[in-house]
């Protein structure tokens, strides 16, 4: 075990190779589940949790960990399964960031970690509802291995402000908004429906696509058409975690292909961290945004419309 928290300590960057390393754990049986390591900040045996009271039932308690106060909560449970079975100290908690909030996740244990491609993580399978709490699905040792949508998990247990202060859009951006169109691309459900709804409060129509390879076939049809991507839409907006295709890849595909390599692109994450920044720089992103603030992405749009105009 301890080796599997070192390795999380210690990890080096993949980003920008289409590459990234899955932490493997379980919860209730033997389903092996997944979580990318660099929204992981460290593993350990769950400490001692003092209850909430009228706290979200997924919410298990509160710990000390290192000084700060952070929510516990039963991945089973907050994925629609039966609650994590045994005491909580014989569980493990994985901490995670996401969208500048911290918070643990109770599992039964810690397996591993891998070293993936994008390309072989695959969205869920069709047929699979809309309810489900997947982003991807992938393989391991023939063995399947389900990554779990933590975006959908903390939207319904602590849900962010969707709506965009009062001063960030004014009269004038809003009419000249009305006649562009920004591509949003995120493989996260939630994640798509808070931009998308971010971006109609600025006026402008919202393409919303699953993924990188997805996005990238979808411009390069349009290029084939005879169309060019800067005109027909004001930026693109994309996340860099994705299956089949990350950000990164995908903006690095967008600036060499000289027919839509004007498009403005503006990559966005939930992790927080230095060397997003240089990689955005490497690939020619035009702009990083540390998801998701409402007013940070309007402003951004909001810009771009003034800029371009």
Not at 180 to 185: D, G, K, Q
Not at 194 to 203: D, K, N, W, Y
Request: glycine share 6%; with cysteine; charged share 25%.
């Amino acid at each position: 075990m301890a080796g599997v928290m070192d390795s999380v300590n210690q990890r080096t960057q993949l980003v920008g190779q289409n590459r990234l390393e899955l932490l493997l754990f379980r919860l209730n049986g033997e389903q092996l589940y997944g979580i990318n390591v660099f929204k992981v900040r460290e593993v350990l045996q769950c400490p001692a949790l003092t209850l909430l009271p009228k706290a979200h039932p997924v919410v298990r308690g509160v710990a000390n960990i290192r000084g700060a106060t952070i929510p516990i909560l039963d991945l089973s449970m907050a994925t629609g399964m039966r609650p994590l079975q045994e005491e909580t100290r014989n569980s493990f908690v994985i901490i995670t960031e996401y969208n500048t909030k911290t918070q643990g996740f109770l599992v039964h244990s810690v397996e591993r970690i891998v070293n993936m491609n994008w390309e072989e993580i695959h969205p869920p399978p069709k047929g699979t509802g809309r309810d489900h709490y997947l982003t991807a699905v992938t393989r391991v040792d023939n063995r399947m291995v389900e990554i779990i949508d933590v975006e959908k998990v903390l939207a319904e247990v602590s849900p962010s402000s969707e709506s965009v202060s009062a001063g960030v859009i004014d009269a004038e951006t809003q009419d000249k908004a009305v006649l562009m169109r920004v591509l949003a691309v995120d493989d996260s459900s939630v994640a798509r429906k808070q931009v998308s709804r971010c971006l109609q409060t600025v006026g402008v129509e919202v393409v919303a696509l699953n993924d990188g390879r997805q996005a990238l076939n979808y411009l390069r049809q349009l290029v084939d058409e005879g169309k060019k991507p800067e005109e027909e839409f004001l930026m693109m907006i994309s996340d860099i975690e994705m299956p089949e295709m990350d950000g990164y890849t995908l903006t690095a595909e967008i600036r060499s292909d000289p027919r839509m390599q004007k498009l403005h692109i503006c990559l966005h994450t939930s992790l927080s961290g230095v060397f997003n920044q240089a990689m955005v720089k490497k690939v020619g992103a035009d702009d990083f945004l540390a998801k998701f603030k409402p007013d940070d992405l309007a402003q951004r749009v909001v810009d771009r419309i003034k800029a371009a105009h």
